[in-house]
C-alpha cells in the first residue's frame, strides 16, 4: 500500500485554527498517514520583513501540532538556500520519502486561483495530486476553468465533479470544508490593537505569541 502524504504550505504568521480544522478534515477525508506542515522560510509573495522569523512561526506550529498523533511540521524550507519555492519542496519531499509516498499538496480555492503566479507552478501538477479546500467567496467551478485555462486542456472531471483526472498529470480533488473566517492578518490586527486573540489560536500559541510579544504595535497588521 502507498503511503499517503498530506503537505500544507503557507506561512503561518500565526498558524491559526482556520489552517488546522482544514488540515483535520483533509485527513480524515483522505485517510492521510501524515500531514505536513511547512512553513515558508522566504516566500517570494511575502517580503521578508513583513514577517515574524522563521523560527517564530515554526515553534507554533510546533506547539499547535504537538498533541495530533499523524500532524508534523518540517523545517525543510528553513534549511533549503533562498526563496522557498513549493515545486523545489515538492522535489525533495518526493526524493525523500521514495516511491511507495503518494503526496497530497492541500491549498485553499483562495490560493489555488493565484498558482499561476507561483515559480514554475505546472510542475507543481506533476508532483503532487491537489486537494483544493473551499473558501468563502469562491466558486467550485473555478477550479475547473483554471485548469483549463492555466494548466492543461485535457483535464477531466469526474461525474461528481469532485475530481479532475488528466492523461499524464496527477488528479485534482476538490474538497467541501467547514468555512472557517478566520485568516492570520486577522490575529496579527487584533493581536496588535490589543485585542483578543483567544479561540482564534490554540492555547499554546496564544500563550507563545504573548510571552515574545510578536505582533504588539505593529504599525501595519497586513503585513
Ligand atoms: P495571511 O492572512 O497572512 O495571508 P492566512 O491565514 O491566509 O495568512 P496562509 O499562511 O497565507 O494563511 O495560508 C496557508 C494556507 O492555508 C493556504 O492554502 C490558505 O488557503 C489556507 N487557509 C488560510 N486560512 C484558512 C482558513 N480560515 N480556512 C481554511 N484554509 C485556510
Ligand atoms: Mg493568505
Redesign the pocket.
Known sequence: MLKRIGV??????PV?I??LR?AEEALEAFGFDELLFIPAADPPHKTEKSLRAFEHRLRMLELAVDAHPKFRVSDLEGRLPGKSYTVITLGRLQEEYGPEAELYF???L??FVELDTWWNYRELFERARMVV?S?PGYEEEDVGLFLARKVSPFYEMDRNCTSFTHPTLLPVHCMKNTH??????LIRRLSSQGRSIRYLVLPEVLRYIEKNKLYRGLSNPVQ
Open positions: 500544507m504550505g503557507g506561512t503561518f504568521d491559526h482556520g489552517h482544514m492541500l491549498v485553499g483562495d490560493a479546500l473558501r472557517l473566517e478566520i485568516s492570520s492578518t
